[in-house]
């Protein structure tokens, strides 16, 4: 392999269908594609590749002096304008299908690229450098008169087009003279004309993303913003079983050249609150329903202690290696399969899944609501709770080398016996009323004991212990304080204080087992503009709120971390975190939709701002026009 000026960057954009998803830069190169399944061997593998040139599929047009990528508005379908220096311009649009065929969700493990000439005689070559076993350049492949197949490992991937096999295959350049199509996917003849399929496919996916988008209840405020983060939402979602992905990928440092590199493509319990929340909000319901369904088949997998996240099949999640044949993002390694975390204690799961459960409980809009039995089976975890509220865990942020009694491990073990004694009333359930609340009592007088520091004037991230912590913010949100405590008033103050760097918040300030941290967690941002919104300083947590969207990248999507000093984002794309972070925060601080007629002058100003057209959902025929340029599709 020879080195490239090309660097991997965070500037992608996702494409996906409920199976598998694929991130692209904004040279229409695919850098990172998981199959047959998002959390799949990666057949492209660019982004983690270093210097080395492999792992990924590209569109290289002759003189190119300009690319410039965005979606079709509220879609998951990419369109990239290539421009040659004579001229000559080509459209590459990507999008893995996804609609309704014979009353079934179709979804397949398949990627499906669109390469128009618009203007000139274009002059391109056709890369496909698949990789298997995390890096390994897959061997020599066989190919038909219409397709070329890749033995990636056990797996065979196919490449089925109407451009002639051997351009690809020896990466010649040639006269793009009509439309092609790519369709990458599982070892499978496809019947028919291709170009025709594609065009269907097209259309049909087209239809289903807008029409999903169609069915959200955003807020009247960012509403391009919002939607994008749904989208965003969706793409991390297994369909098959409800589960939702942390992120896409995996082992994208948290910060430049720190070993904290992490394999983002499982489900996490804790996220269950946040995520579900999201769905409702936006009145996302089916998305919401599959969610909760994977919950609850966790929820019935057994007396055992749970875990702090699963696969997104829930008995599926590997233990964690490094990637010898992957050199990092950027260079910056380890690459990592799996995740240690999986074996550490963490007793927050426990309310996560019940607080998540609770929805079940108390929304009309579910074919299946809870019923007894499912509470009894939550009982079961509340009890769990109950007994380890005062064991030492690793704590929301699943520290390797330490155990303590965190604060946010208490609150959440409080949050399971709270919501069972709410549950238990609402089923007319009094002994077991009584039960859960005395549990929730004795818990929550502990933790106002031992977790608020009069010194600090804050609640501390663990018991007994001074060190801040983030994850505080959240006791209004899960019912534990008030807004307007005065304990709580003080928490934000100091947090405030102490832990924003630049604007940005980090979610602690302490060494660790890797050292002090350096990047700010986005996840944390948003709870502390929820928690500024909820003791009366709105127009501060608005302020915050759109700083943060002007730091999503070029696609509307945010990481796990933002780095202080540079505004760069860090950490696994698209984060579940950020993008639910962010949906439920513009929904709290959003005007009504009554205030876009009724409002000031200034404040129909602000909300006209704030709904003009998302970055990266800009419409391509806009580019053409400025260019002369029609655009043929």
């Known amino acids: 392999m020879t080195a490239s000026s090309y660097r991997s960057s965070l500037d992608v954009a996702a494409i996906g269908n409920g199976r598998v998803a694929a991130l692209i830069d904004k040279g ?12 799949g061997d990666p057949v492209f593998c660019r982004l983690l590749a270093g210097n080395e040139e492999k792992g990924f599929c590209d569109v290289v047009l002759e003189g190119q002096v300009s690319a410039t990528s965005s979606y079709v508005r509220n879609t998951c379908i990419l369109e990239t304008i290539l421009i040659s220096d004579s001229g000559a311009v080509v459209k590459v649009t990507d999008f893995a299908p996804r609609f309704w065929r014979y009353d079934r969700s179709f979804h397949p493990s398949q990627l499906v690229r669109r ?24 061997p020599s492949a ?19 087009t109407d451009l002639a096999v051997s351009y690809i295959e020896h990466e010649t350049q040639f006269a793009l003279t009509h439309p092609a199509t790519l369709v990458i996917g599982p070892d499978e003849p496809i019947e028919g004309s291709i170009d025709a399929l594609s065009r269907e496919f097209l259309e049909r996916t087209r239809d289903f993303w807008i029409g999903w988008v169609r069915g959200l209840a955003v ?35 948290e910060a430049p050249n720190t070993p904290r590199t992490w394999d983002y493509r499982f489900c996490w319990l804790r996220d269950a609150y946040f995520v579900i929340r999201a769905l409702n909000r936006l009145g996302a319901t089916q998305s919401m329903e599959h ?21 997104i099949v829930h008995n599926d999640t590997a233990e964690e290696q490094i990637a010898p044949n992957l050199r990092g993002y950027q260079g910056m390694g380890p690459v990592r399969l799996g995740n240690l975390a999986s074996g550490q204690l963490q007793h927050d799961a426990y309310g996560s899944v019940i607080l998540g459960a609770t929805q079940m409980f108390i929304d009309q809009r579910l ?84 977790a608020w520091s009069e010194r600090r004037g804050s609640f501390t991230g663990a018991f007994d212990h001074q060190e801040l912590d983030a994850s505080v913010l959240l006791l209004p949100d899960l019912g534990f304080l008030p807004a307007d405590d005065p304990r709580f008033i003080k928490t934000c103050n100091t947090i405030g204080r102490e832990l924003m760097r630049n604007g940005l918040m980090l979610r602690y300030a302490a060494e660790d087992d890797f050292g002090l941290p350096e990047a700010a967690f986005l996840a944390c ?80 100003h602000d909300i006209k701002e704030s709904n003009r057209q998302s970055v990266g959902d800009n419409d391509i025929s806009a580019v053409l026009a400025g260019r002369g340029v029609r655009n043929s599709l």
């Open 28 to 39: 229409a190169r695919i850098v990172w594609w998981c199959f047959p399944r998002l959390d």
């Open 115 to 138: 390469i128009e000439p618009l203007r000139g005689l274009p002059r391109i070559s056709v890369r496909i450098r698949p990789t298997h076993g995390y890096g390994q350049v897959a």
């Open 142 to 160: 066989s190919h038909g008169s219409n397709h070329i197949r890749y033995m990636c490992g056990s797996t065979a991937v196919r490449v089925t």
């Open 219 to 253: 807020s009247y405020e960012w509403q391009p913003e919002i939607i994008r983060a749904a989208i965003s939402l969706k793409l991390c979602t297994f369909e098959e079983t409800g589960a939702i992905t942390a992120a896409l990928t995996t082992s994208i440092p």
């Open 291 to 311: 969610y909760l369904d994977y919950i609850t088949t966790i929820v019935g997998d057994g007396k055992s202690a749970l875990k702090p996240f699963y696969g």
């Open 367 to 450: 074919p299946r609501m809870g019923d007894i039995s499912l509470f009894r089976e939550l009982e079961a975890l509340g009890e769990q709770a109950r007994n380890l509220y005062l064991e030492p865990d690793a704590g929301i942020w699943e520290y390797r080398g330490r155990q303590r009694i965190h604060t946010h491990s208490a609150t959440m073990c409080w949050v399971a016996c709270d919501r069972l004694a709410r549950i238990a009333k609402l089923l007319g359930l009094a002994d077991r009323v009584t039960y859960w609340a005395a549990a929730a009592e004795r818990i929550r007088a502990e933790i106002l004991a031992r």
């Open 525 to 604: 941002q948003f709870w502390y503009i929820d928690a500024l919104a909820s003791i009366g300083r709105a127009d501060e947590a608005r302020d915050i709120f759109n700083e943060i969207l002007k730091n999503r990248n070029s696609f509307g999507m945010l990481s796990e971390d933002l780095h202080p000093a540079t505004g760069e984002l860090w950490g696994n794309l698209p984060q579940t975190y950020s993008m639910a972070g962010l949906i439920n925060s513009g929904m709290t601080l959003s005007r009504k939709w009554e205030d876009a007629w009724t409002g000031s002058a200034a404040e129909r």
